[in-house]
């Protein structure tokens, strides 16, 4: 690559390009490989939009030509994210108008971006006027901070007076976007063998006493109104919701994703940000509430010995697999690559901020001690967080696949894994 840096740049330790301490400004940040290639993530998307405001907008780059998705998929994954006992008013009322604006035709991919809007339903009648993008006068400004909601950070970071202006955007509400980015990575991996599903193991202390789940289970978790396939947990978990709903309180709990099919090798141990373990973790974190990511038995392992912690490697007998574990303690990762075991993931959620007997707060337009703000809220959210981590993850799965089989079209793609998987089988038959 000629004159690369630019003159005026150069490269930092980091691999990236920064201006030279004398040069021009940069404001775009390139990631650049120890080879001196430029790095980019395979998919990438971003979403716009404010939990009362017209609608969301997501939009997802990356994805091959002639995936198989329609309206009625994405329309079924988002219905998914309304199941859940616990759930507030608003789950009705977010049955929004779904736009798929561009990226698919007569239900196939174009390899272009695939873009959605989510209409708001209410927003004409309730919130035009609260909302609207034009200038206007503010009344009833929110200026008592919820603890444990980004209201007060995003008040003084921005220096916004209403907390509106930051609770609309950090509303779990954005989550919607994600599962409809997430609907499209899951037809994805579908097409290339890759099953995703999540289901709820704890809520309210309640833990349910399952095996993980297989993908021939998602239909019973689904009509289970925790999303949880230990019926007599899912009974316990409800009555721990409804104490906490009849005391103005709420609970939390922890959601597991598992994916079966992966091939070995997604991911990679050469450098920090390409271990799959660190985006799984990230992708997680990076939901509503979410306070802490296990991958595997990752909790356990800490408080055992290792010749207890790991996966032991034995000759497969299993259709498709060449080489197995004893067992799965890892999740399915081991080095920040997958191991062709099934990937498990955990996410554990903190009860929601938004209560019905708010805790204490200052009020920052008299500097009074106060009560927090109250808004229309759930009491119990982690059947809808798991499906958003399913999202999430079918999100940095399908980025990975694309990051290690690339290909213009789905085609293509299918075509590079088949090979890869052939050319694996006849390493190991060649082994004495």
Not at 283 to 311: F, P, T, Y
Not at 342 to 356: F, T
């Amino acid at each position: 690559m000629a004159d690369f840096p630019a003159p005026g740049y150069r490269l930092n330790e980091a691999r990236t390009v920064e201006p030279e301490p004398e040069g021009r400004q940069c404001i775009l940040r390139l990631v650049v490989s120890p080879t001196g290639t430029i790095s980019l993530d395979m998919l990438r998307f971003l979403t716009s939009g404010e939990s009362h405001g017209f609608g969301l907008v997501v939009v997802l780059e990356g994805l091959p030509a002639g995936i198989s998705f329609s309206t009625k998929d994405l329309a079924n994954e988002l219905a998914r994210r309304r199941l859940g006992f616990g759930r507030g008013p608003r789950m009705a009322i977010e049955e929004d108008r779904v736009r798929i604006v561009g990226g698919l035709r007569h239900g196939k991919t174009l390899g272009s971006p695939f873009s959605v809007l989510i209409e708001n339903s209410e927003f004409a009648e309730k919130w035009a006027e609260t909302m609207s993008p034009d200038p206007g006068e503010v009344s009833g400004a929110l200026t008592r901070p919820r603890p444990g909601h980004a209201d007060l950070g995003g008040m003084i970071k921005y220096g916004f007076e209403d907390a509106r202006n930051v609770l609309e955007r950090s509303s779990a509400r954005e989550t919607a976007a994600r599962v409809a980015a997430g609907a499209i990575c899951k037809a994805f991996l579908e097409a290339v063998g890759v099953r995703v599903l999540s289901h709820v193991l704890e809520v309210g202390g309640v833990r349910a006493d399952v095996d993980i789940p297989h993908p021939d289970d998602l239909e019973a978790i689904d009509k289970d109104p925790l999303r949880c396939l230990d019926s007599r947990a899912s009974q316990d978990m409800a009555a721990a919701i409804e104490a906490a709903r009849e005391e103005g309180d709420t609970v939390g709990g922890v959601f597991e994703v598992v994916a079966y099919g992966l091939p070995v090798g997604l991911g990679s141990y050469v450098h920090w940000d390409r271990r799959l373990d660190c985006r799984l973790a990230g992708a997680l974190m990076s939901i509503n509430a979410v306070k802490a990511v296990e991958i595997g038995e990752g909790i356990a392992q800490a408080r055992s010995r290792g010749s207890q912690a790991h996966d032991e490697i034995v000759w497969g007998d299993s259709e498709g697999l060449f080489i197995e574990r004893k067992t799965n303690r890892a999740g399915g990762i081991e080095g920040g690559m997958t191991t062709g075991e099934p990937l498990v993931v955990r996410g554990a959620m903190k009860p929601l901020s938004s209560l019905a007997r708010p805790l204490a707060t200052i009020d920052l337009a008299t500097g009074k001690p106060a009560e927090a703000i109250t808004q229309r809220t759930d009491t119990c959210a982690v059947p809808a967080a798991a499906v958003v981590g399913e999202a999430m993850v079918s999100f940095v799965l399908a980025d990975a696949i694309l990051e290690k089989f690339g290909g213009d079209t789905l085609g293509e793609i299918q075509e590079r894994i088949r090979a890869y998987e052939a050319r694996l089988k006849r390493r190991l038959d060649s082994l004495p």
